[in-house]
T-cell receptor, first 115, second 116 residues
Framework: GESVGLHLPTLSVQEGDNSIINCAYS??????FIWYKQESGKGPQFIID?????DKRQGQRVTVLLNKTVKHLSLQIAATQPGDSAVYFC??????????????FGKGTKLSVIP | EAGVTQFPSHSVIEKGQTVTLRCDPI?????LYWYRRVMGKEIKFLLH????????ESGMPNNRFLAERTGGTYSTLKVQPAELEDSGVYFC??????????????FGPGTRLTVT
């Protein structure tokens, strides 16, 4: 798969437990953040996003927390299921005022769910 | 609603040859992006179209890469001549035109390019 050669941090979680995936971002000008999930052979799939004027946002079974002070982003997955096994990426978008929407991706974390 | 599609899914070419990758965005999405992941690296931005115009091409690595989006629909990314370091997975994404933020960027499955 695409992760060959890319040494990803790995998180192993028992099915039914909660998962927390962390991400540190570098650009203090970033004001929009997204979590993506990538399964083998597929492209990144949007999970949830958050803007810099918020510190928490909840979706279905997922919560994103943003700490701008320490430039840290986390994704919490409640009641982790085998289908949650994938590589998770955080991405940031610094608003430049010039209409540039490029995303900067983190290295990714591989989540393995143990049945 | 059909998702972002990319063609081919996999391409194997020799160094010095030319390859053209195609992306069909979601219908109605004015924003189209190209990203790539080369071996051992993160997914990196290449460029961003708004309709047929290049909004941001700051991520294009060199002039061997040429992206077009004639008519503001599908896009092609040509690599000519290909080098070994161009091997990787090339992703296309699209999003609606929303103003300050891109909104959700929908990614295609990617084209795996192998240069030998």
């Amino acid at each position: 798969g695409e992760s060959v050669g890319l040494h990803l941090p790995t998180l192993s979680v028992q099915e039914g437990d909660n998962s927390i995936i962390n991400c540190a971002y570098s650009n203090s000008a970033s004001d929009y953040f997204i979590w993506y999930k990538q399964e083998s052979g597929k492209g990144p799939q949007f999970i949830i996003d958050i803007r810099s004027n918020m510190d928490k946002r909840q979706g279905q079974r997922v919560t994103v927390l943003l700490n701008k002070t320490v430039k840290h982003l986390s994704l919490q997955i409640a009641a982790t299921q085998p289908g949650d096994s994938a590589v998770y990426f955080c991405a940031e978008n610094p608003y430049s005022g010039a209409g540039s929407y490029q995303l900067t991706f983190g290295k990714g974390t591989k989540l393995s769910v143990i049945p | 609603e059909a998702g972002v599609t990319q063609f081919p899914s996999h391409s194997v070419i020799e160094k010095g040859q030319t390859v053209t990758l195609r992306c069909d965005p979601i219908s109605g999405h004015d924003n189209l992006y190209w990203y790539r992941r080369v071996m051992g690296k993160e997914i990196k931005f290449l460029l961003h179209f708004v309709k047929e115009s290049k909004q941001d091409e700051s991520g294009m690595p060199n002039n061997r890469f040429l992206a077009e989006r004639t008519g503001g629909t599908y896009s092609t990314l040509k690599v000519q001549p290909a080098e070994l370091e161009d091997s990787g997975v090339y992703f296309c994404a699209s999003s609606r035109l929303t103003g300050m933020y891109s909104g959700e960027q929908y990614f295609g499955p990617g084209t795996r390019l192998t240069v030998t």
